[in-house]
């Protein structure tokens, strides 16, 4: 096995200079639209002042009593008007009969002053609105530059840092596949943040020969001194094209995942969304997703958290900042408040290991095969803050253990002093080993418990960690 030339690439040329300057400058603008005007909920003096200034215009200037209002009793009618402007916003057009006798003893056109105050509040309150509608969507729009720019560092920093080169491996792996009839067009080596190697090349079967994916596979692995495997490979025989093939270490671990559910009232639409997915660098990841209420709403909300979740992680997004700029963009999308919450486990594949990420979820159970572990969250769910708290831990599991996760319709069932008492013994007395089989148990004991109709959508997810 040949190593001597292999190191790491210097890629800190031009290209490397050029994406740390775009998240440089992201970072910046992102600091300077959080620094302009924020929302406010109460009028400034100035803005006040202006209200009672269109009121003397439109009402005042025609009444002969306006130079002593406005005059030498001025600090009282300011204070009469602020009086007015409070019992508007408390009471609404009719106001509280303490304050509509003070205004019709101080002033002659009571009627007219309280109508075009009650006005020009409500203009000056939209403006407020629409206002803070902006500031609030301009906030949005930094955590999402902000968030950019870490993404962009955090790629390009993880793309210098796995390159490798190796000029004579190179051939020697070109001309020994050349030998059975495979031509290659381009080849890129590369060594993951865990030492993991991984080869990416674009190859085609010369005209008239017929090679096996096998056979490509296994030379390659000879030849470089590793073993390695397809990363997604259907086809058994090379393309007369060129197509991209991802040649990976073996995984050390496999996992399987098992789903039960049942809606409110035992309706077939569940507002619970969930999801198995396969990210770069050997990390599968398991989520499940509860809509705010139930039905066919709830399940939308879930559904569409769900959806966006596997885009952005099948595309390389590490899963906090995943759920960070989802979280942006519901709350920068919507006047009304909508939330999900999330419960996500990230499996690698080559370690064992799980991060576990919660946000407004129910308790996560972990079964090992001595014992029962609980992960709970106090985090508010995705869709309500743009400030944006995540509950993240990380555990390591051996072959044969299992990783639980419910949503609140599952747990809140059970009594609620012994709720998460109860279900650790359920998922700690249980002899089953396939991860669907233990869904179903688990539901079916609490639906048992209960012997109620469900009074919440139900789901429970199982993921098993298996070696080889």
Known sequence: MEKAGMGQAGISGPYAVQIGKLADSLEHLSKVFLKLERQKQVFTKDELQEMFFQVEESVCTKCDHMERCWGEDYVHTYQLGYEVLHAIEEYGKELNLETKRKLQKKCVMAPKFQSALIEVFHEAKQNMLWSNRLVKNREGCAVQMDLFAQIIKSTAKEFEDSILIDVRMEKKIRKRLQKIGVKVLDMTFLCTERGKHEIHLNAKAVQDVGVETKEMIQIISRTYGRKFVFEEQSRTMLGKEYEPYV????????????????????????????????????RVASALSDGMGSGRKAFQESAMVVELLEELLTSGFPGELAIQMINTALVMGREEIHFSTVDMGIFDRYTGECEFLKVGASTTFIKYRNGVERLSSTSLPIGVLHNLEIDMVKRTLRSGEFVVMMTDGVLDALPVVEQEMLMETIIGGMKLVNPKEMAQYILDQVLAFTGETPKDDMTVLVAGVWKG
């Open 247 to 282: 040649c990976i270490e073996p995984y050390q671990f496999h996992i399987m995942q098992g789903v039960a559910k049942i809606g409110k009232g035992r309706d077939t639409i569940s507002g619970d969304s969930f999801l198995e997915v396969a990210m770069p660098g050997g």
